[in-house]
């Protein structure tokens, strides 16, 4: 399979090699919270990718009904642990996105650190998840990462993280799939020197002639 193993991620966390961790939830996630953007407390939202689990942590500590996705057993452990010092409840699930699947359709997905950590390949098939996770009029909080690079120039590959460039994005979640919002969206500066682009788009009712798998 094309990019990044369970493996890979596993060593980073053993190590706490996590130059993409800022220690705390990303300051767009309580944006979105203090201006009432992920609505009311008690909706389903899941956060795939959810590392050490800040996001998860803030989303449950405001009374939502979390659940955290990682693919790696080290990820899932420190999202535990922060929960359960902070007496918090949160399902956090060691599980492949690719595979995984909700009891029930979700009201949101915060999708931050697993676009940009999956291998190319592998977006169409996310993308759809994502489609099937989320309700009719769910909504999809996503930050963009970032970070062309040189080699991009050459038709090369490189990441994690892997650059999101909006027309790439846009056709991985077209419409009529998915509603966008106008551009420009503002852009949320990372420690890293990178940049990621916040937006919102509203999952919508698949048309019968529509592909999703």
Same mark, same amino acid.
């Given at each position: 399979?094309?990019?990044?193993?369970?493996?890979?991620?596993e060593q980073r966390f053993a190590s706490g090699s996590l130059p993409w961790d800022r220690g705390e939830p990303s300051p767009q996630l309580l944006a979105w919270l203090a201006d009432g953007s992920l609505g009311a407390a008690g909706r389903r939202i899941a956060v795939p990718g959810c590392?050490?689990?800040?996001?998860?942590?803030?989303?449950a500590r405001a009374g939502f009904d979390v659940t955290g996705l990682?693919?790696?057993?080290?990820?899932?452990?420190?999202?535990?642990?922060?929960?359960?010092?902070r007496c918090l409840a949160a399902e956090v699930v060691q599980a492949d996105?690719?595979?995984?699947?909700?009891?029930?359709p979700l009201?949101?997905?915060?999708?931050?650190?697993?676009?940009?950590?999956?291998?190319?390949?592998? #977006? =169409?098939?996310? &993308?759809?998840?994502?489609?099937?996770?989320?309700?009719?009029?769910?909504?999809l909080f996503a930050l963009l990462m970032q970070v062309p690079r040189e080699g991009a120039?050459?038709?090369?590959?490189?990441?994690?993280?892997?650059?999101?460039?909006?027309?790439?994005v846009r056709a991985l979640f077209p419409e009529p799939l998915w509603r966008w919002p106008a551009p420009p969206y503002p852009g949320v500066p990372h420690r890293q020197? #990178? =940049?990621?682009? &916040?937006?919102q788009l509203e999952r919508c009712k698949a048309p019968a002639s529509t592909p999703l798998a």
């Open positions: 399979m094309a990019g990044p193993t369970v493996d890979f991620w590392g050490a689990g800040h996001e998860v942590v803030a989303l990682d693919y790696a057993p080290g990820a899932v452990s420190m999202a535990r642990e922060q929960l359960a010092a996105v690719l595979q995984w699947q909700p009891a029930a009201d949101s997905v915060y999708e931050q650190t697993c676009l940009c950590a999956l291998h190319p390949d592998q #977006w =169409v098939a996310y &993308a759809q998840q994502l489609h099937r996770w989320l309700r009719p009029g769910g909504s120039s050459q038709g090369r590959i490189e990441g994690p993280p892997y650059h999101l460039d909006i027309h790439a020197g #990178w =940049v990621e682009l &916040a937006v």
